[in-house]
């Protein structure tokens, strides 16, 4: 009933940007916090940032000061601006989504199908 679709990875030099889009469509009545996970091959997966629906952002040590997270809540949209890209932020990254499909309905997470991001050196 819900769908999140990711775009806008790929493989880039270290050093270089990327700007990853997450849509959510379907059933909803309204997103709270949306947020960027990533995992590499052989890790658990991580929380790189999140904002709530009022625009307060959390982000990984890691990357905090290179990525920016941020929404268009009329499109139900998430976007992760990342900037000075390292090889270890190599890493598949999902969305996701806390969604309230009915006013009556308790919150539930989704997740989008992840976007691969390759960082060279």
């Known amino acids: 009933q819900v769908q999140l679709v990711e775009s806008g990875g790929g493989l880039v030099q270290a050093g270089g940007s990327l700007r990853l889009s997450c849509a959510a469509s379907?059933?909803?009545?309204?997103?709270?916090?949306m947020g960027w996970y990533r995992q590499a091959p052989g890790k658990q997966r991580e929380l790189v940032a999140t904002i709530t629906s009022g625009g307060s952002t959390n982000y990984a040590d890691s990357v905090k000061g290179r990525f920016t997270i941020s929404r268009d809540s009329a499109k139900n949209t998430v976007y992760l601006e990342m900037n000075s890209l390292k090889p270890e932020d190599t890493a598949a990254y999902y969305c996701?989504?806390?969604?309230?499909?009915?006013?009556?309905?308790?919150?539930?997470?989704?997740w989008g199908q992840g976007t691969q991001v390759t960082v060279s050196s």
């Open positions: 379907g059933l909803i009545f309204r997103i709270n916090d």
């Open positions: 996701n989504a806390e969604v309230r499909v009915t006013r009556f309905s308790a919150l539930q997470d989704y």
